[in-house]
């Protein structure tokens, strides 16, 4: 088969502020080196020092370098996010010398002719907002509008799409149901209010960036979503897949409906549903990869009808063996959900470099660079030289 992809399909990767910038001073830096985290890495024989995420990739300083890398892999598009703590570092007070660093961040790739889709919350939040309850206090809705406001403001006429929130749901149930990240809590309750947060931060701030972009924009969030499988034919497992289901891929995407231009789509892996809320719990780690499963995902997100956008998409692969597969089966599941109908419109690699991965810290690998993060050398991985050659042709043969 030889499917030639839409003109103007935006192609490149997709990495966070927390994860490439380094000496970030926001929640989860806080939680790195917090007592209790601390303890519990001694407890597992782990050096704690490891799981710090500390000068990260560097790229706050090695932007330019980054994005030269992009372009020479062919990007036409790049996928960052804004690190609200560094913006808003005390309540109510932006920090400008911050602001004119994304400016230059958005020149460099302007510069490069990679489109930037700018995420506003990949996670990470000032320490003032934690303090104050996080996303649990009433006032969490209007304090994260007053910082779109501001980058709005400040960058609307330059941002064409706007990523306001990173996986929700995932956020949701790491940080308040399962309790591996901050805060560690498990509470279904709160959990439930989070959720509803998040929903009102999204619906607001998409007012917000509309209302403040002289040139219009598309306005989306970054959804995580996995191919929910049961185990056998068995009544209880398709039950309990259609629940998963529901909870996971559906609800906060039905609940925003009216306030998204496009999706963008998170797609990791699949999640085989085995009997019991035991089972399903432990499903949530599971991640068998499943090109055919990102196909299911994306043909069912078009009943939507609103164009998707994949906004990472990658795998933990240190020494690359398997990614140039991964690249090609997925590129092509995606190919056969256009051809079927589906408007998808660009695709973000996650990730460009390698970075701290949250909990797991610098033990995953997911980068088409492979970074030294002794050196903070940079090399690229033959699998990034795969992903070039489908860009510049726009077309995949198989
Ligand atoms: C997150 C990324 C993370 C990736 C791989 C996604 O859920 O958005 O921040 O690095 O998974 O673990």
């Known amino acids: 088969m030889i499917y030639k992809f839409p003109k103007n399909f935006y192609w490149g990767a997709a990495t966070s502020a927390h994860q490439v910038e380094g000496n970030n001073h926001n929640d989860w830096s806080e939680w790195e080196s917090s007592e209790g985290r601390f303890k519990e890495l001694k407890n597992r024989g782990l050096n704690p020092e490891n799981f710090i995420s500390g000068k990260a990739c560097n790229s706050y300083n090695r932007f330019e370098e980054d994005f030269d890398i992009a372009k020479q892999l062919g990007h036409n598009a790049h996928r960052f996010s804004i690190e609200w703590s560094r913006v808003e570092p005390e309540e109510g007070k932006f920090n400008e010398k911050e602001i004119e660093h994304y400016r230059k961040v958005i020149q460099a790739l302007k510069k490069r002719n990679l489109e930037p889709f700018v995420t506003l919350w990949h996670w990470t939040v000032p320490i003032w907002f934690q303090n104050n309850g996080g996303w649990l206090a009433k006032k969490s809705v209007q304090n994260f509008s007053r910082f779109v406001s501001k980058i709005a403001e400040i960058f609307g006429d330059e941002i064409q799409f706007w990523c306001v929130l990173n996986e929700p749901e995932v ?27 998040l929903i009102a931060a999204h619906r607001e701030a998409y007012r917000i960036l509309h209302e403040k972009s002289n040139r219009g924009c598309y306005v989306g969030i970054a959804k995580h979503d996995k191919f929910f499988t049961p185990a056998d034919n068995s009544f209880k497992n398709k039950i309990f897949t259609f629940i998963a289901k529901f909870f ?14 496009f999706i963008g789509l998170n797609y990791y892996n699949k999640d085989t549903v085995d009997f019991g809320w035991k089972k399903f719990r432990q499903g949530l780690y599971n991640l068998e990869e499943s090109a055919e499963g990102f196909y299911d995902v994306l043909t069912n997100l078009s009943k939507y009808k609103k164009p998707i956008y994949v906004l990472e998409n990658g795998l933990d692969n240190p020494n690359d063996e398997k990614r140039p597969r991964f690249i090609k089966e997925h590129i092509s599941a995606m190919a056969k959900a256009i051809q079927n109908g589906t408007e998808v419109r660009g695709y973000m690699h996650w990730s460009l470099l390698d970075n701290f991965e949250w909990e797991n ?14 050196t903070m050398e940079r090399k690229i991985r033959p699998s990034a030289w795969e992903y070039k050659k489908i860009i510049e042709s726009n077309t995949l043969s198989s």
């Open 361 to 374: 810290a610098y033990g995953p690998r997911f980068g088409l660079v492979e970074v030294d993060f002794k």
């Open 171 to 197: 956020f949701t149930a790491y940080g308040y149901v399962i309790g591996i990240r901050p805060p560690q809590e498990k509470n279904i309750w709160k959990a439930i209010i989070i959720f509803n947060r």
């Open 248 to 261: 996971w891929n559906k609800l906060f995407i039905k609940k925003i409906k009216d306030y998204q231009d």
